[in-house]
């Protein structure tokens, strides 16, 4: 599992990713940042474990890609599941 914040770029992660021996496929060819890839990548929602996310409250919530809204929630930082490079 890694916590990735949500302003980091997906080029950023995949140079982490890399530099930690953990995989990086699916997350290269991505242009961006983590937290508005959220609303638009299913690769991304697949591989995401849990969001961190600001709601309409103001209060932090921890929530899975399903109930992810863009009217509702600004995304703080997410859990993403990677495999170790074999």
Known sequence: MVEVDSGVSLGKLVEFLD?????????TNLPGSIGG????????QMVCKSIKVLDSENEVEEISSDE???????????????????
């Not at 530099?19 to 997350?27: C, D, Y």
């Open 37 to 44: 890839n959220l609303f638009l990548s299913q690769f991304l």
């Open 19 to 27: 530099s930690q021996k953990l995989s990086i496929g699916g997350f």
């Open 68 to 86: 992810l809204s863009l009217k509702k929630h600004i995304i703080l930082s997410a859990t993403l599941r990677v495999k170790a490079k074999i």
